[in-house]
């Protein structure tokens, strides 16, 4: 089983890069939840979710909170408070834009930092800050290929009726995957 | 069919649908919304405009559920803990005239206004009664949204056919989570109801009035016999358990959790959970009997303050032949955490922790 916490401000798009990952491991069969901080949250609150899905199909999730993530996701410098609920060796991916480089983290964690601004501004997608770090989360932990994870969110845009953004969207989760290639 | 990623509320209300449910009243609340949101825009496009209403309050709301449901339609409210104590009044009228309709409580923590931690404790209230006088609803604890979309989908079938309220225990997180599941196809009530309002005056509601004997008689066999026709739980590794944890909704998938962990390091442990809490699964404790008379200890695990369910675990282990102590772990608002669970069981073996019967 992978637990993953997405985590930033409301408006960062930590709610749907969390859907993304679920919407691809369901999409290859695998059990998944999707848990949202939900309630009176607003743009530039405080937001998160926590994604679980098994490693092969018909690996069942227990708990779908927050207990011992395998990666967290910080689009800021606030969302590092999650590493209480992170195993000791987890993996930190971290906005380089919104976290100093000077940020002390604890022992054993395995830290990348990802310029998500510089990234998606490189692809003309400014509002792709969130799959550009989830192309590096996807890529450098093999989460799955980056064939799966493309398909899946070209899908579930397209369900929601955003599949023009698609091209955008694509490139702005390629840059992700070449920023750890 | 596909699997379809959703979340709880939305699940439900889809599922209500399938399952028939033509009418729907209620009025907003987190975090119960998005099954009356999605509904909104739903039944109009099944054909249903006039059937959807967001009324002016709950009590509104369960009224005109009740006004519905009596005509013949499938009817639901939906709402969270504070909004359904409005609607106490409404439910038990609707359990004297036995009027079968649907509630979906996604529960908060807490009393009063609450928080919007997810919790159970409002277990009393529906499994109790919750309104005055002598009643029961159907309630179901579903732990996963494909549970409860199959819960949702019988729920009318055995409202009708008992004609009682039927209760969806829900919780926040269960509602506001997504998960995959499958929908089944849209059906139909399979035989005319012989009872309802018309207009025509020829069927009418069908049950003893006055305050009689009949009608204490009419209310024992119907309850009666959902006590003995409803009774469904599962067992998680309980042949060889010393201790067995019952839990319902998502404390129970914490649970299997504790169970895989505290497993892996030899500890027997298992679950008993309930899938229906009212009627209570007292066959379940029973049959557990038979499989492992063993067991020394039963913990209940319970997102609320000072422990509900455990009073009917207390009792159906007593009534299935056990003599062994029953302790709880009430963990408050929010799903327990693993490890939390797994601390209380320990300060369990180290008697740190009492029994509470």
Known sequence: MKEIIFAGFGGQGVLTGGLIIAYTASNLGLETVWLPSYGPTMRGGKANCTVKFGEKPGEAIGSPSMEEADILIAMNEPSLDYLEFCKKDCAVFVNANAVPE??????????????VVELANEVGNVKGQNLVMLGAVIKKMGLFSEKEAEEAMCKMFEEKGKGAFNSANVAAMRKGFEAVS | ?????????????????????????????????????????????????????????????INMVMGAASAGARAMTASSGPGISLKAEGMSYAAHYSIPFVLLNVQRWGTGLGSLKSGQADYFRECKGGGHGDYHNIVYAPFNIQEMVDDMYEAWDVAEKYRVGVTMFSEAVLGQMMEAVEMPPFKKREKELDWGVDGTGTKGMKYPTGDGWDYVEFELEKYNRIIDEM???????????????????????ACLDVIAKLRARGEKVGMLRPKIIWPFPFLGFEELHRVNPHVKGFISVEMNDMGQMVDDVALAAKKAGFNVP????PCGGGVPQVKAIIAKYQDILDGVLKEKY
């Not at chain 2, 029953?326 to 772990?329: A, G, H």
């Open chain 2, 326 to 329: 029953v302790y709880c772990y």
């Open chain 2, 231 to 253: 009774q469904r739980w599962e067992f998680y590794n309980v042949e060889d358990a010393d201790y067995i944890f019952t839990a319902v909704g998502l404390p129970a998938r």
């Open chain 2, 1 to 61: 069919m596909a699997k379809e990623l959703l979340k709880g509320n939305v699940a439900a209300a889809e599922a209500a649908l399938r399952g028939g449910c033509d009418f729907f009243a209620g009025y907003p609340i987190t975090p119960s919304t998005e099954t009356l949101e999605y509904l909104s825009h739903r039944m109009p496009e099944l054909g249903m405009k006039e059937r959807f209403i967001q009324s002016e309050n709950e009590i509104a709301a």
């Open chain 1, 102 to 115: 000077s940020h002390v983290y604890p022992e054993g964690v395995d830290v990348t930092r990802i310029d």
